[in-house]
Each structure stands twice: as C-alpha cells, then as structure tokens.
C-alpha cells in the first residue's frame, strides 16, 4: 500500500506547488514618473487664438510631465522685439511664430542653438530656410490670391489684372510692420518686380487694398463678405474648406508672375534653462499627430512630410516657382528700413517696427 502513496503525495505537492505561484504574481514594477518641470514659449497671439496653444500643450504635458508656460507677443515683429529685450533673469526657453520673412538677419538668427540630429527625418525640404538650423520649420505654404467665387466668378491671374479697376475696394492685405504675412508679401513683390518696380506696383494696387494689422481680422474680413479677396497662403482656402465643407465658396489662385514661400518656424533660445527639453518640445511639434493640429488649426501645410492630409490639403497643387531666392541677407537688410518708410507713407501709418 505504501508505493502507491508515494507518487500520489508528490502530485499532490506539484499541485500546491503550481496553486502557489498562481495565487502570487510577481509585483509590478513602479511606473517611473519625470519630475514636474516648466518650459517658457514665447509666442505670436494667434498661436493661442487659433486654438493650438492648448492642444499642444495639454498633449506634451502627458507626455513628459512639462508644463508649458505661453508668454504672448503679438504679432511676429512684436515677438523678435521682446525677446531681444528680455531681462537676463526672465527665463525663455523657445520662441513660436518666427516667420522667414523676418528672419533675413544674422541678428536674430544669433539669438538660437543651432538644432542638430533631430528625431524627424522627413521634414519637407521646400519649409526649409535656415541653413544653421537654428529656426526649425513647422508649417508652409506659398503667397497666392485667396477669392471668394460668390462674389468673384473669373479672378485675375496676375499682378497685372489685379489692377483692374473692377477690383477697386476689394482686397484685404496684412501690415507688413510686424505681421509676418505681411511682410512676406512686401517682400514678394520686391523680388518680383525689383527695386524700381515694387513702388508703381503698389502705387497702383493701393487702391484695391484694405490694410488690417493681424491675420484674424483680414480673414473676418474675407469669410463676411466685405473684402472679396485676400493676399495670403494658398493653403488657406483648402483650410476653409475644412472649416465649414458645406460653404465651399473660397478658392486659391498663385498669380503667374512667381509665389513666395511663407514658413513659420521654432527655435531653442540660448538663454534656454532646458534645452533637452525644449528639444523634445520640437520634436513633439514636428510629430504627425501635432502637425495635423497645426494643420487644422494654422491652415499651413505640415512641414512633416509624413502627415496624413485631408482631402483638401491632399489635392492642394504642388507648386515650387517661388521668387524668395532672389532675395539675401544683404539685399533685405540694407533695403527693408526703405521699403517699410515707403509703405508707411503710401497707406498713412504712423508707425514703424
């Protein structure tokens, strides 16, 4: 009778055994968590306006534990102005809303790390422009005519027809003062036509032109009807598109003389109390996910190439003729003090950058 106990009792342990471990798993590990840091962006009002401060912000929070404390500037001449005064004990650790229209100058190109190995290789080498890589791209387009087709059924193809009288009192501009729009499409019309040109070019265009401060109100503009046209990215109107599909009245038409790259761009301040982190804030930015926020909520076109487009940013045509090659540092930097004081006086401003 005792040989058949034996193996009875050592199955019986082998299923206490196996019960035990079943009855214990093994403790999972802590979860391990980043210390609460801050980052300090300063940026453009429409940064915050349009919406993407929030999601952007929110979002890198859960991720990294970061929060990101917004300075707001204004508009793009607003910004560079603040943070080349900004006081030594004021920490400032990325600056958001750098338009390459501004960005014609050593001056401030110096004031950011130059920006290497970044995690995204499929950055779109047309939303490119800073060579030292200090100013990262996150959004383009090119300067085009924006129209409303209830309101325009045949919209002029050039500079040329523009000046038709037929378009007196129609188009919505931005001050190219300190709005980076604006000033991109100073610069345009520079390069277009040259020194000798650009004056009786826009001598010629005043007379169409409503001249609005900030991208929002000469987009309010636009959408209620008041202005018929608007000089600004060709993405816009796919973005209006998206906006409200059911009032699809807003067509992009790049006049035939040339375009000219708008880019909106970040960079790491050399002051920066974080640069790894402000790094890994870029490399968020640049992600296909925050570029679609960027997308949706700026109407440029994601600098990531990578990113999954709606139909209407996907059938927005390619378009590389653009004219900003014909500009340096040089040429803009002896040339731009002029060219603002002969637009100021042209529309009646009483102020300069």
Not at 68 to 79: A, F, K
Not at 112 to 141: Q, W
């Amino acid at each position: 009778m005792k040989h058949y106990l034996i193996p009875i009792l050592a199955l019986l342990l082998c299923f206490g055994a196996c019960g035990k471990k079943a009855g214990k798993p093994a403790p999972a590990k802590p979860k391990k968590t980043r210390p609460l840091t801050t980052l300090t962006v300063y940026s453009t009002d429409r940064y915050r306006s349009s919406g993407l401060e929030k999601i952007i912000s929110d979002e890198f929070f859960k991720r990294t534990n970061c929060r990101v404390t917004t300075v707001i500037c204004g508009e793009t001449g607003d910004l560079i102005r603040s943070i080349s005064t900004v006081q030594d004990s004021n920490n400032i650790d990325l600056v958001l809303g750098i338009t390459n229209s501004f960005a014609y100058n050593d001056t401030l190109l110096n004031e950011f790390m130059p920006i290497s190995k970044l995690g995204v290789k499929s950055l779109d080498t047309n939303a490119e422009f800073d060579p030292g890589n200090r100013l990262i791209p996150y959004g383009f387009s090119y300067l085009s005519l924006i129209y409303n087709t209830a309101q325009i059924s045949e919209p002029p193809l050039s500079f040329g027809s523009l000046q038709g009288s037929e378009y007196i009192s129609q188009m919505a501009v931005c001050d190219p003062n300190d709005n980076g729009l604006g000033r991109a499409m100073l610069l345009w019309t520079r390069a277009l036509v040259g020194e000798s040109g650009y004056k009786p070019l826009w001598n010629t265009l005043k007379k169409s032109c409503k001249l609005f401060p900030t991208f929002d109100e000469a987009l309010t503009s636009l959408r209620n009807g008041r202005y018929s046209m608007f000089l600004s990215y060709h993405s816009l109107s796919a973005w209006l598109k998206e906006q409200d599909p059911e009032h699809d009245t807003f067509k992009s038409q790049i006049l035939q003389e040339g375009s000219f790259r708008y880019i909106e761009a970040v960079g790491i301040h050399k002051r920066s109390a974080n640069p790894a982190l402000a790094r890994e804030f870029i490399e968020y930015l640049l992600s296909p996910s925050a570029q679609q926020m960027v997308m949706y909520k700026l109407g440029l076109s994601p600098a990531n190439s990578k990113t999954p487009l709606p139909q209407s940013f996907a059938r927005i045509p390619l378009y590389s003729y653009s004219v900003d090659d014909r500009l340096t540092q040089q040429i803009v930097g002896e040339g731009i003090k002029s060219w603002l004081e002969f637009w100021n006086s042209l529309f009646n401003t009483s102020y300069l950058p």
